[in-house]
């Protein structure tokens, strides 16, 4: 017992101390560029066995740490150097930030004595923390080397408390590279001694009424969000689906909740038939999700009335609940919990449920699943080249395997890409569902490859995107994180293309498809050989125009031992007319039910 009271101090650089608490949280993997400032902190983590990958931007360092934390449950962290380098991560931050990634941003600052207050002409200053304040969940200043382990310590502890973001804790460069003194107990105490290592539980009563609820219902709905995903409840979801014989849709961030190969499920991709489930589901469990402005607020039309329909809503964050739509039920959970805890209740009353009747519905929705999907499908009928982007990721979804990651970056990329891939294993997709963040996905397909080294990964992204994040196809080379990318390449920004058109001349547009450049507003772009460029920085590449080049090209790409780069030549006035534009469109105004 006196050994548990009294400790003795330890002298170790501030940079140690903070690896060494990263590395007691399960943390293998950070992300940033070196510098002099933080030196303590890179050679700490070098120390505990926590890999460093530096990219070429650093806010490609925030999209790879948010890639971690979204596919293995884990605290992703990236570092920025004081000045520059954290103003150069805030778009990342604000990113990472939209989209509930569970990320801690470790910046070092100026010494103490010149700031706080700033002293006039500081070189590599600007107020961090306030700057990042806004768009974070929590930023702190560690005010000295006394308070480093407790500040740390509480930015853990808010990582991991409700809703996932990002946290910033920013600390001056004498005190990550000078010695402090720590107690013993502390240099790398377990989770546990400081924050809640338990995943929230809801309440038995909350539980019984919930099962009470669907059970009772006629033609109940499962709406998975991103909680889902952060919680890696994907096998608690399809087991209380199949137990209820619910149809489940999921927002635009939850599409990797679910297999879709499951009778139940009702991808997100056929708008139109969600849009119908939503309206003629008497209860519905909304699980991890906000009911965002994708989800149209949860209002109707899109959703049936709150008069009509129960809703039960479950998040680990309490604002959420009841913000956008009236409820019957509100629990602040974690959604696997929950689902295991709901699996049991539901079994107890399984005799209460109308299995017939709801299987009727399900085939009715599947069957109404199936015609859409032949309807999307015609595109691929279309041989010509240069090629129509539906191939792309249907050549891609025969190409790799199931649980290969596919990461779908912004614009009218993204949008055929999500069209033609079917999810087949839950925890396979990456995307900005929240931001639509041009460029992002060249650093989430690194940052997966990092995160998960034994899983194929590959990135459709378009030319306008890739030209933004180009360089860390050098950083692919240098740590070895073999992703195969294919750039959509129609030598415009596409989708803005497509607003201007009918905004400037919409009788033409429809007649022709298209406008020449000169009669749109800065909307083409010249051309970049994407596969030469690869080429250039060590990696492989490959140049297709027509469809059945793609697939062996593909098949050459992941024989190859390193990064691969596909320049996809695509149709640009076909890629200017993406699926369901209509649809998003309308998803940015207010629904008038």
Not at 59 to 73: F, I, N, V
Not at 271 to 286: K, M, P, Q, T, Y
Not at 328 to 340: P, Q, Y
Request: with cysteine.
């Amino acid at each position: 017992m006196l050994d548990l009271i009294v400790r003795k101090k330890e002298a170790l650089k501030g940079g140690e101390l903070v690896a060494r608490a990263l590395a007691a949280e399960g943390v293998d993997a950070a992300f940033g560029i070196v510098d002099g400032t933080y030196l303590g902190l890179c050679a700490g983590l070098r120390k505990v066995g926590i890999r460093l990958v530096t990219p070429r931007h650093e806010t490609s360092a925030a999209h790879m740490a948010g890639a971690l934390a979204r596919l293995t449950g884990k605290l992703g962290v990236a570092i920025a150097s004081n000045g520059p380098g954290v103003a150069n991560i805030l778009p990342g931050v604000a990113c990472e930030q939209a989209e509930g990634n569970r990320v801690l941003l470790v910046t070092s600052a100026r010494r103490e004595g010149t700031i706080d207050p700033d002293r006039g002409g500081t070189y590599q200053s600007f107020p961090q923390v306030e700057v990042t304040a806004p768009m974070t969940k929590w930023s702190c200043r560690v005010p000295s080397a006394a308070r480093l382990g407790e500040c740390v310590r509480r930015a853990l502890r808010m990582s991991w408390k409700g809703r996932p973001g990002v946290v910033h804790l920013d600390v001056p460069e004498n005190v990550l590279n000078g010695d402090v003194e720590v107690e013993g107990s502390w240099a790398g105490a377990e989770p546990g001694a400081y924050r809640n290592v338990e995943r929230l539980s809801p309440a038995e009563a909350q539980v019984e009424r919930a099962a009470d609820l669907l059970a009772g219902a006629e033609r109940p709905l499962i709406h998975a969000g991103s909680g889902v995903i952060h919680a890696a409840a994907y096998d608690a979801l399809a087991r209380v689906a199949r137990l209820l014989h619910a149809p489940v849709t999921t927002s635009w961030g939850g599409r990797a909740a679910l297999s879709e190969v499951h009778g139940y499920a009702v991808p997100m991709i056929h708008v139109e038939l969600v849009n119908r489930v939503r309206g003629e589901a008497d209860c519905a469990l909304v699980l991890g999700s906000r009911l965002g402005e994708t989800d149209w607020w949860g209002k109707p039309p899109y959703w049936a009335p709150a008069r009509e329909q129960r809703t039960i809503q479950v998040d680990l964050d309490e604002e959420t609940i009841g913000n956008n739509r009236p409820l019957e039920l509100g629990i602040v959970a974690d959604a696997r919990v929950f689902l295991e805890r709901l699996e049991a209740a539901l079994k107890a009353r399984k005799g209460r449920i109308d299995v017939a009747a709801r299987r009727a519905w399900l085939a009715e929705l599947q069957d109404e699943r199936a015609r859409s999907r032949a309807r999307l499908d015609r595109h691929l009928e279309d041989r010509a080249s240069p090629m129509t982007p539906a191939h792309v990721a249907h050549a891609c979804r025969r190409a790799f395997p199931d649980d290969a990651v596919a990461v779908f970056d912004g614009g009218n990329s993204v949008i055929w890409g999500h069209f033609f891939h079917e999810v087949r294993a839950p925890g396979a997709v990456l995307g900005t569902f929240k931001f639509g963040m041009l460029g992002a996905g060249v650093a989430q397909a690194l940052g997966a490859k990092a995160a998960c080294p034994e899983r194929e990964v590959y990135c459709v992204i378009g030319d306008g995107a890739m030209g933004m994040h180009a360089p860390e196809l050098e950083t692919a080379v240098r740590h070895g994180l073999k992703v195969v990318f294919l750039v959509l390449c129609d030598r415009q920004w596409g989708m803005v293309k497509m607003n201007q058109s009918f905004a400037l001349r919409p009788v033409k547009t429809l007649l022709l498809g298209s406008l020449a450049p000169e009669e749109t507003i800065n909307a083409d772009l010249g051309e970049i050989r994407f596969d030469a460029l690869a080429e250039a920085m060590g990696a492989h590449g490959e140049r297709v125009a027509g469809p059945d080049e793609l697939e062996p090209a593909l098949r050459r790409c992941r024989a190859h031992a390193g990064p691969s780069v596909v320049h996809v030549d695509v149709d640009p006035v076909k890629h200017m007319w993406a699926p369901a534009l209509n649809c998003f469109k309308d998803m940015h105004q207010e629904p008038k039910g």
